[in-house]
């Protein structure tokens, strides 16, 4: 272990370390390495608790702790929808769009046409920047206030829009 973190940093190194930077360690071969990602993931999945339908959502800290664990390894960016009753808890979650590095297309019509289906009162968005730095670009900022617009136009409650970096996260409801 003490050889793993000299190489990797710390325990987050490790875990984005690919099987073969781990097999280059002295004594650890392919079924270590494996077991070591597997590890690290069962740590994960106990360490956060995932939201799920059924679950009620008080702020945008419960959005961080429930996603945060499924965000820590996507390359790529996703938009999540969630969509929630009057009492806030979630009723469905759909992934809108999965981007790039660091874009993700998002169309009002696409969102709500799914929050329409599923007759929710509330909605609330969620997104990762895979860079780990949650600040608001200027297209997430122009993205939140077209669907602002859009759901006070539908008359659908806009809870929050959080953006979910690696050990932080960004909500658009907190900041006003």
């Known amino acids: 272990s003490r050889m793993l973190l000299q190489e990797f940093g710390d325990l987050q190194g490790i875990d984005d370390a690919s099987l073969i930077e781990l097999q280059k360690i002295h004594g650890i071969g392919r079924n270590k390495a494996i077991e070591l990602k597997a590890a690290m993931e069962l740590g994960r999945r106990v360490a ?15 959005v961080f702790q429930g996603y945060r664990a499924r965000f820590s390894q996507v390359k790529q960016e996703e938009f999540i929808l969630l969509m929630l009753d009057n009492k806030n808890v979630i009723i469905r979650e759909e ?3 999965r981007g790039s590095l660091n874009a993700s297309i998002v169309h009002p019509r696409e969102v709500f046409k799914a929050a329409i289906r599923a007759s929710a009162a509330a909605v609330l968005f969620l997104h990762n920047h895979p860079s780990g730095d949650p600040a608001p670009s200027l297209d997430d900022r122009n993205v939140t206030q077209r669907l602002r617009e859009a759901a006070e136009l539908l008359q659908i409650r806009m809870l929050d829009h959080v953006i979910m970096g690696r050990n932080s996260y960004f909500s658009f409801a907190d900041d006003q």
Not at 48 to 62: E, N, T, Y
């Open 48 to 62: 956060f608790r995932p939201i799920r339908p059924g679950d009620p959502v008080r702020s945008s800290a419960d």
């Open 95 to 97: 992934v809108i769009s």
